[in-house]
């Protein structure tokens, strides 16, 4: 990860006393609460549904195991002993107090970490690849780009009063691991025809109330300019981006209002304008920043051909993952246990997980946006020890990838815009589908639920989507089928009317059978197969044809 | 009387001023406003509420674009948690909003030392200088 110099120190150092400052004024009543508000949600701070929620930045989800023991002291000691880590490669409290907040912003400040632009209508936290520096099909290593951007847009004077919230994705590999498509902007590294490298420049893509996919306004940006184009792109956004209604207020409206080609023609336009002037990126930035970066250092090794079966079998094909260097792998520790609310972590977990860090993974450690961790320097011939010790802290779940692999928000038992509970909607699925061969055999599948139509749970992009909505006063579920968040992107289709909480897992169990029935082979994955038979069969085995519906809508479990 | 900071000085009242002002809204253009800023002592840069962020590039546009020297002056929701960011994208004056404690405010000019970005201030990224 990246180490701070004494500049990068002392100006989260100035924010902790700035923020305090605030804190202070507003509990003298001397700033109200209006105009505390986006002074607070800049620095991650929520009032929630029963207490202040905090989120705190893991910058494009790398981390040490110094850091994790300071989340996991944080939790114990101002919160209620866990963390939730969220999709947006964040960790989360849920029950911080307000006047102690400058407190653990000092903490956090003591490692290097902060909770600068975690919310409000600002350019939030860059996220990326989890398998970014280790993959095999690497371009570029993502995480320096991630850096370079994350100081462009950390107290950006210009672009701290947007429109609305700003999210940017950047890819570094073939594969998009980082949803670039479903991003405000997505950049995506590209090989030019002599080698030098670039970005492929996508806006307007983004879930919530408006599912859109994102637009390719510029196939190949050198990299010496990714600053003064992205600046660009704000410039236009900030100036002509919709105030009137805060649903119509992301980059994807104003994209699509415009239209693709005269949004690019804008933004080209803009960036003539700022085009090589002092903000282009140079090589000595680049290496600097590279140069700031702790790096493994890996033995000598050849690659193991490790084949074993039972349940260790199970956890190696399902969450360990090829690695560039001979003799390393990457493995994912689920926190997807069933009867764990996805992506919570105890304090003495973190605790125990910043240990097996130290001793497996050269003492670094990245959150992901499916809500899991991942320790991406591994010794092959270690992973059978490290597998014991995962098993015994409840992290081995071989589920990397399935169903119970759920992506969830905190949903209405701790969020204020909730409209539907999320959390005991993913218990109840993985407690249906808690055999693990039959799990197995059903391959990959996304399953993604959010609350409420700010899809922080990315229904739209599951394969499976389940989002809360209300009706008439009552919790109920849409489900969306088809989804996917990469190569290529889609959005969902919805399948039918909402759900009762209660009858989601049956539901689910149908779709399950109609793709299990049509399936090619192994090989089609539910996704695909939706794609290629549409969304009619599974309609209706779920709904019943429309002169004999289904009666028996009854849960599976109770 | 409402507070003025201007190049670093507290003004209360504000001391009087000729000559021309051009007052920009949030959704102008400045560069339709381009050929008179010749003639302008000032220019009044509008922000109905401190959450409109729009007259931010307008501040940075008037400078870094079209060149203008004279004052660039926030008005309106004009606070004291913004002034750093404000100073940054070229605005010199601050007609503060009522209750606004005017040392405390001057103060924020300097909430921190060092910025990462270009700016209006100081023309050269940090990368740069570092």
């Known amino acids: 990860m990246y180490l701070y110099d004494e500049i990068d120190q002392q100006i989260v150092d100035e924010r902790v006393a700035q923020f305090r400052d605030q804190t202070r004024r507003f509990l003298a009543g001397r700033i109200s609460e209006d105009d505390f508000r986006p002074l607070r949600l800049q620095n991650g701070l929520y009032i929630q549904r029963y207490a202040p929620m905090l989120r705190v930045a893991v910058p494009y989800g790398i981390f040490s195991s110094a850091q994790l023991r300071m989340l996991a002291h944080i939790a114990r000691k101002y919160d209620r002993g866990y963390g939730h880590f969220s999709t947006r490669q964040n960790i989360q409290y849920n029950w911080p107090r307000l006047e102690e907040v400058p407190d653990i912003l000092a903490d956090l400040a003591s490692v290097q970490m902060h909770a600068i632009q975690t919310s409000g209508n600002c350019i939030r936290n860059i996220t990326t690849d989890h398998f970014a520096g280790v993959a095999r099909d690497e371009i570029v290593d993502s995480f320096v780009w991630c850096e370079i951007l994350r100081q462009w847009s950390a107290f950006h004077p210009e672009f701290a009063y947007l429109p609305r919230k700003f999210k940017i994705a950047l890819n570094g590999a073939e594969a998009d691991r980082a949803a670039t498509f479903l991003h405000d902007i997505g950049l995506h590294a590209v090989q030019g025809g002599a080698g030098e490298v670039g970005f492929r420049v996508i806006v307007g893509g983004g879930m919530g109330r408006t599912p859109i996919i994102g637009h390719v306004i510029r196939e190949f940006l050198p990299w010496q300019h990714l600053l003064t184009y992205v600046e660009a792109i704000l410039r236009v956004y900030n100036r002509f981006g919709r105030r009137d209604n805060k649903y119509k207020a992301r980059i994807k409206i104003l994209v699509k209002e415009r239209g693709p080609d005269n949004f690019r023609e804008e933004v080209e336009a803009e960036w003539k304008q700022l085009r090589d002037g002092p903000s282009t990126l140079t090589r000595a930035e680049v290496r600097r920043v590279e140069s700031r970066f702790v790096r493994p250092s890996y033995e000598p090794l050849e690659d193991l051909h490790l084949a074993p079966s039972g349940p260790f079998g199970a956890w190696m094909k399902r969450n360990v993952h090829s690695h560039k260097q001979p003799g390393y792998a990457a493995v994912t520790l689920s926190l997807k246990k069933t009867g764990v609310p996805p992506g919570d972590v105890t304090d003495a977990q973190m605790v125990a997980i910043a240990g097996l860090a130290d001793h497996y993974s050269f003492g670094e450690l990245r959150v992901t946006h499916e809500q899991n961790l991942v320790f991406a320097d591994v010794r092959q011939d270690r992973l059978e020890d490290l597998w014991q010790e995962l098993k015994s802290l409840g992290l081995a779940t071989p589920n990397i990838g399935l169903l119970t692999n759920i992506i969830a928000c905190p949903g209405g038992d701790f969020c204020s815009l909730a409209n539907a509970k999320s959390i005991p909607v993913a218990e109840a699925i993985q407690r249906l589908f808690d055999d693990l061969d039959y799990l197995h055999d059903i391959g990959e599948l996304d399953l993604n639920i959010s609350g409420c139509i700010n899809s922080c749970g990315h229904h739209h992009v599951g394969h499976i989507g389940v989002l809360g909505v209300d009706k008439q006063g009552a919790e109920f579920y849409q489900i969306t089928i088809g989804g996917n968040q990469g190569n290529p992107a889609a959005v969902g289709k919805v399948i039918g009317p909402a759900f009762a909480q209660h009858e989601v897992p049956w539901v689910v169990e149908r779709l399950i059978e109609v793709y299990l029935h049509n399936r090619e082979s192994e090989d089609e994955r539910f996704v695909d197969c939706v794609h290629r038979i549409g969304i009619e069969p599974f309609k209706e085995n779920v709904y019943g044809h429309a002169d004999s519906p289904r009666q028996d809508r009854e849960p599976a479990v109770a | ?130």
């Open chain 2, 1 to 130: 009387m409402a507070t003025l900071i201007r190049r670093g000085r507290i003004e209360n009242p504000p001391s009087p001023e000729a000559g021309q002002v051009l007052r920009l809204e949030p959704g102008d253009d400045p560069a339709a406003v381009a050929d008179r800023l010749g003639a302008a002592a000032r220019v009044e840069v509008h922000f109905p509420s401190f959450t409109d962020g729009r007259g931010y590039s307008i501040a940075r546009l008037l400078r870094e674009r079209h060149g203008y020297r004279g004052e660039v002056r926030a008005v309106g929701d004009v606070q004291r948690d913004q002034l750093f960011y404000l100073a940054r994208c070229g605005f010199d004056a601050f007609l503060l909003r009522d209750g606004q404690d005017a040392g405390e405010s001057l103060a924020a000019l300097n909430d921190f030392s060092e910025a990462y970005q270009a700016s209006v201030e100081r023309p050269q990224p940090l990368f740069r200088r570092r």
